[in-house]
């Protein structure tokens, strides 16, 4: 096509036929090819639904998948250990969540470094200082100074010492997201009052393509017996984990969520399941994912696009990108994913803020620049308001041809409100910027990071309820590290 003939980018990139196309494809390889599940006690399970079963294959009937998946609901609510916490999830909720998993740490003062707890500690509190971030994150950075088998315990209960908003778990693991469900049921009052009232969510990645590892099962079904959500989110790298076309890896993502779903809701009928879609190309060149290009935005439109055909809220989007630095590449790439995040309305939005390097590092300045631009994103949300105030009829008049606005009595009272200033972002002249040294995005955006934690107001834990989460958490350590 020329570029004179080329169309709009396509807020739907799929028409309803290739829709279909995919779908139907997505119910032939649950059908024909089936996916591994290394779980004997769910093969058993799925054997006794009626599913076909060979050792670990499973061989799907999509009618029955597809009964299952009607059991799931289209949106639910997260709240938080302070119940005015409260955040529901579904048609276009644009939640969004801090990053999630490095194993690194950085700012400009202390450098690249192991993660460690104090630094995991450090950027709850950041989160929650924030207004733009109403679900937090276990393992926003790994704490690497603490040992492997346990580690998941310290973050849990740091995300209930230092917040009081709902968040996703650490996981990796049945039993280590069981660790954090009970945790949180100690601060709900009880399983119970937990599976009513859900505090926490769950993330499982199948081992794209098509396969169930035993790990991400067992945290599958420990989701549903407590009744917390589950983000089902394959990992596709179109050319390694999935075929080189989108349309070929969008129905691997599918046959994953939808078997993922008809399990969760095998263990626990109605258990809020969400559509993941974490899907992108490869750099043929070093193997790696290649983050906020056009194969990353395509597939987060057309995996909302999936995501309402069946019913499911949206697990997508974020601040990706591939940069090392917070240079012009992180800052494009980054911005042509979160364009995709608001464009194709995401519901759950991880690693939203503070994702550098390919997601190896959690950047402290990065996270500044990020809640920067969402900021820019939520005024676009607001649209334009048309009304007698702002028309201005009789201001225009008053000024008349030629008039000059600056210092109307209108203009003081609504520029505040009316027009985005960002702190980070200034319009300045270069002298200006010279006498104040010169300063580069990441020094101001370390400036705007400490300025966020000195904000940071602690909101307090019932000291009996502190000593409870305390002593489950140094019991499970013994038992882990036994």
């Known amino acids: 096509m020329s570029p004179g003939a080329a169309s ?15 779908h139907t494809q997505a119910m032939r390889l649950l059908a024909e090819i089936g996916t591994e599940v290394h779980d004997e006690e769910m093969v058993a399970r799925l054997a006794g639904a009626g ?4 050792g670990t294959r499973v061989r799907w009937d999509p009618d029955w998948v597809l009964g299952q998946l ?27 969540c801090p990053v999630g998993g490095p194993p690194f740490a950085h700012d400009e003062e202390r450098g690249r470094r192991d993660g460690s707890l104090a630094d995991h500690v450090e950027l709850v509190k950041l989160a929650h200082a924030c207004d733009l971030l109403p679900v937090l994150q276990s393992g926003t950075v790994e704490a690497q100074d603490l040992e492997a088998a346990s580690r998941h315990l310290e973050m849990d209960y740091s995300m209930l010492r230092w917040s009081d908003r709902p968040f996703i778990v650490y996981g990796s693991s049945g039993p280590k997201a069981r660790d954090g469900f009970e945790l949180a049921a100690l601060a709900a009052g009880g ?9 926490t969510l769950g993330i499982v ?7 169930w590892d035993g790990l991400m099962v067992s945290q599958l079904v420990a989701c549903a017996e407590y009744a917390q959500p589950v983000a089902i989110t394959p990992f596709l790298l179109a050319g390694a984990s999935a075929p080189v076309t989108l349309a070929a890896g969008l129905s691997i993502l599918v046959a994953e969520v939808l078997s993922g779903v008809a399990m969760a809701q095998l263990v626990r009928p109605g258990t809020p399941c969400l559509l993941g879609c974490f899907f992108t190309g490869v750099d043929m060149r070093s193997g790696g994912p290649s983050l906020g290009l056009p194969e990353s935005v ?15 809220p949206l697990r997508g989007g974020g601040g990706l990108c591939s940069g090392i630095t917070l240079d012009a590449q992180a800052s494009a790439e980054t911005s042509m994913s979160l364009w995709a995040t608001y464009l194709a309305g995401c519901d759950l939005v991880v690693h939203a803020a503070g994702w550098l390097e390919g997601g190896l590092v959690a950047s402290y300045e990065k996270l500044a620049l990020d809640l920067e631009l969402i900021r820019m994103f939520e005024r676009l949300r607001e649209g334009v308001v048309v009304d007698d105030a702002a028309l201005a009829f009789d201001v225009i008049a008053e000024e008349g041809p030629g008039g000059l606005f600056l210092a109307h009595q209108h203009t ?25 040294g010169a300063p580069q995005a990441p020094q101001v955006a370390a400036g705007e990071w400490r300025r966020l934690l000195d904000s940071y107001t602690d909101p307090g834990l019932d000291p009996d309820l502190d000593a409870a989460l305390r002593e489950y958490v140094d019991r499970r350590t013994r038992e882990w590290e036994a």
């Open 412 to 436: 003081l009272e609504r520029f505040r409100t009316d027009v985005f200033m960002s702190p980070l972002f200034r319009s300045q002249a270069h002298p200006t910027w010279l006498k104040q």
């Open 70 to 96: 009607a059991l799931a609901p289209a949106s639910f609510t997260l709240t938080g250990r302070n119940p005015d916490r409260q955040v529901r999830v579904g048609g276009g909720s644009l939640v969004h």
């Open 298 to 312: 395509l597939t987060t439109l057309a995996g909302a696009q999936l995501a309402r055909r069946y019913g499911l």
């Open 8 to 22: 709009a980018l396509p807020l739907e990139p799929l028409t309803p036929e290739a829709l279909e196309r995919i």
């Open 191 to 199: 399983r119970a009052a937990l599976a009513e009232r859900p505090m």
């Open 205 to 211: 990645n199948p081992n794209s393509p098509l396969v």
């Open 51 to 54: 599913q076909r079963v060979d």
